[in-house]
């Protein structure tokens, strides 16, 4: 009896293939519907930690979920049902070769790049005299390449995909638009709850009929970064670290203990008591992020659970 999803092994009808990513399963329905299972696994640093944490997977693709229907009004996005608290059916599109990364903030890569002494970013000037989490004049968009197996992404201008051909210039205008859409509709709903939409990634596809859509999260603490408001000034005054909401401190606890991911280190262990801490915390970020009590799912046995709602659904 699993009481996390870390697996799955379903076999629906008409499913054609399954895509393993790191912490979401694929199925391929008959090349025209996807069902994607956000399960319990936990990655950082680029690799998959040994052990899932509880309603995780619920966690980000109900996030994911409520955000889709809060922006659907600004940007189509490929969702088409939830049969399931962890699972997401979507119309089968064709993945941009980019993720649309947007900063409204010098955090994070862009602050370590900037420690450095780079004053651009994918080909993108940034001002002088920032420091560390101040807010840019308006926000930037600097994608990355979108690796296959397992690769880091990459940073990339606007000029090298437009002339490398990964997206025409017809179709980069609207994934520009759009994103700058969604980032400004996530910092004003970010803002009725008290928090600072940082800097987020979008990931857009294409329909068979050729419309371009939102896939993929979004505004997930996995895909994004948060700060609280409540602060925010002092804090950046007095040179102190902002108070974040994101998975950020799942990586300070692998740094503390000795891993970044590079060879040789060991990932450190994983109490039960800390699994049910990480828990905790996403619970946390689920009910600040959308401004609601988190509603746990039966988890008596999750796997039986997601096969029989997806059947269902699929009959239906």
């Known amino acids: 009896m699993s009481t996390t999803i870390t697996t799955t092994n379903f076999n629906f009808p008409n499913q054609k293939s399954v895509y393993r990513g790191k912490v979401r399963e694929v199925y391929n329905i008959n090349d025209d519907l996807l069902v994607m299972v956000a ?15 509880p309603y995780k997977g619920q966690i980000l693709n109900q996030i994911a979920t409520k955000f889709m229907e809060l922006t659907k009004d600004i940007v189509p996005n490929w969702l088409v049902a939830t049969p399931d608290p962890s699972v997401a059916v979507g119309h089968l599109c064709t993945p941009f070769k980019v993720e649309m990364v947007i900063r409204g903030y010098l955090s994070g890569h862009a602050a370590r790049e900037y420690a450095l002494g780079k004053r651009t970013l994918c080909g993108v000037a940034m001002p002088e ?25 990459a940073d ?12 025409t210039e017809e179709d980069y205008v609207v994934l520009e638009k759009y994103t700058r859409a969604l980032f400004q509709r996530g910092t004003e ?18 329909t068979k009929e050729g419309q371009i859509v939102l896939i993929d999260e979004i505004h997930t603490p996995d895909s994004s970064r ?3 408001a409540e602060g925010y000034q002092e804090r950046q005054e007095k040179g102190e670290e902002q108070k974040q909401l994101s998975k950020e401190f799942v990586r300070r606890w692998l740094i503390e203990n000795g891993f970044q991911g590079k060879e040789g280190q060991q990932i450190p262990e994983m109490t039960e008591e800390y699994i049910e801490s990480v828990s905790d915390r996403y619970i946390e970020l ?8 988190f509603v746990k799912a039966d988890i008596t046995n999750i796997n039986e659970r997601i096969e029989n709602n997806v059947l269902e659904y699929l009959k239906g």
């Open 39 to 53: 399960t319990d696994r936990l990655s950082a640093f680029d690799v998959v930690l040994p052990k899932g944490i």
């Open 129 to 153: 005299g920032l420091k560390e989490n101040d807010k840019f004049p308006e926000p930037i968009i600097t994608p990355t390449t979108k690796a296959d197996n397992g690769e880091h992404d």
């Open 156 to 167: 990339i201008s606007r000029e090298a995909i437009l002339s490398n051909g990964i997206v």
């Open 189 to 206: 709903i970010a803002a009725s709850r008290g928090l600072i939409l940082v800097d987020t990634k979008y990931e857009f596809g294409k």
């Open 226 to 228: 948060y700060f609280y």
């Open 286 to 293: 689920y009910e600040n992020i959308i401004g609601e009590k």
